[in-house]
């Protein structure tokens, strides 16, 4: 069974910074990409970045372009999203997951996720 392990989140500064990691472990079926998600309580998962696990190709959703940075490293089985400039609108539970392709970030290409972890943005 595949898991996966958020880490990184915490209280910040707006204005300022926090690189999430990701790492996955267990067995590992094919997966052909690995996403950031954001849930806040009572609304759907909303995928925010990204990468396609073969040539790291990515994709953004419009709130987060210029701010958040998506890469992995396959040989740690580790996925980050550095995120600068963070928003109080940014405060979320964040999510990784594998999927089937990184196009658009769609949820229901997702199937298996981490436990997540909790950015807030507060002064």
């Known amino acids: 069974q595949v898991q996966l392990v958020e880490s990184g989140g915490g209280l910040v500064q707006p204005g300022g910074s926090l690189r999430l990691s990701c790492i996955i472990s267990?067995?590992?079926?094919?997966?052909?990409?690995i996403g950031w998600f954001r849930q806040a309580p009572g609304k759907e998962r909303e995928g925010i970045s990204c990468?396609?696990?073969?040539?790291?190709?990515?994709y953004y959703t419009d709130s987060v372009k210029g701010r958040f940075t998506i890469s992995r490293d396959n040989a740690k089985n580790t996925v980050y999203l550095q995120m600068n400039d963070l928003k109080p609108e940014d405060t979320n539970n964040y999510y990784c997951?594998?999927?089937?392709?990184?196009?658009?970030?769609?949820?229901?290409?997702?199937?298996?996720w981490g436990q997540g972890t909790l950015v807030t943005v507060s002064e």
């Open positions: 990468i396609s696990r073969s040539d790291g190709r990515t």
């Open positions: 997951g594998t999927g089937a392709t990184f196009r658009l970030c769609v949820l229901r290409q997702f199937e298996d």
């Open positions: 267990g067995f590992t079926p094919d997966y052909y990409a």
